[in-house]
């Protein structure tokens, strides 16, 4: 079974420039979240899809934004780069079952790492 | 906000040696999340303890739960150098059907060979 996928790996973008990162999640699994990881903050959630449809958010502004295809893949898109935007993307996918159970148990990818100039 | 908090920050330690690693966190839990990453890249799901559990061993690793403390402690026994990672404990903060990890800030480990 094929992990979740983060492409692109690396990127590197300029202040005020816009990206799209692109996540495909693991065969039958619906949710799609999000993270972002920085040396000062930590792993800080960003959003998290289900079903196409934005099912939680976190503290991040509305230059954050994303979406799900009927596959379950999910785009995050950032507007207007600053550099405090520089950091690791993280995606996880799970089946998105809430409760006490192990299906909700989150797989990662292995990121994007975006730097912003 | 930071749910768990990992300490130490760091620890470094040499081959064989055990390594302990503890979150505590604020908030009342259904289950707790012990998540493993190496550097630069995506974290590994290690080891999940509910609630009702104290203590949950998988492999080398041993997880201790204690509600009434609100803290959870990470044991990795005979440690190897393929070992050295970043290792952050994870909670699960629900809002309607929708469920997001809130991780702490990690210890870093180093296996000295």
């Known amino acids: 079974k094929a992990g979740v996928t983060q492409t692109p790996r690396y990127l590197i973008k300029t202040r005020g420039q816009q990206v799209t990162l692109s996540c495909s999640p693991i065969s039958g699994h619906r949710s799609v979240s999000w993270y972002q990881q920085t040396p000062g903050q930590g792993l800080q959630f960003l959003f998290e899809y289900f079903s196409e449809t934005q099912r939680n958010k976190g503290n991040f502004p509305g230059r954050f934004s994303g979406r799900q295809f009927s596959n379950s893949r999910s785009e995050m898109n950032v507007s207007t780069l600053e550099l405090g935007d520089s950091a690791l993307y993280l995606c996880?996918?799970?089946?998105?079952?809430?409760?006490?159970?192990?299906?909700?148990?989150?797989?990662f990818g292995a990121g994007t790492r975006l730097s912003v100039l | 906000s930071q749910q768990g908090e990992e300490d130490p920050q760091a620890l470094s330690i040499q081959e064989g040696e055990n390594a302990t690693m503890n979150c505590s966190y604020k908030t009342s839990i259904n289950n707790l999340q012990w998540y493993r990453q190496n550097s630069g890249r995506g974290l590994v799901h290690l080891i999940l303890?509910?609630?009702?559990?104290r203590e949950k061993h998988s492999g080398r690793l041993r997880v201790t739960l204690d509600t009434s403390k609100k803290s959870s402690s990470l044991l990795i026994t005979a440690s190897r150098a393929a070992d050295t990672a970043s290792y952050f404990c994870a909670t699960v903060q629900r809002q309607g059907g929708s469920e997001k990890l809130v991780f702490g800030k990690g210890t870093k480990l180093t296996v000295n060979p």
């Open positions: 996880a996918s799970s089946f998105g079952v809430s409760g006490n159970r192990a299906k909700n148990i989150q797989y």
């Open positions: 303890i509910r609630s009702n559990e």
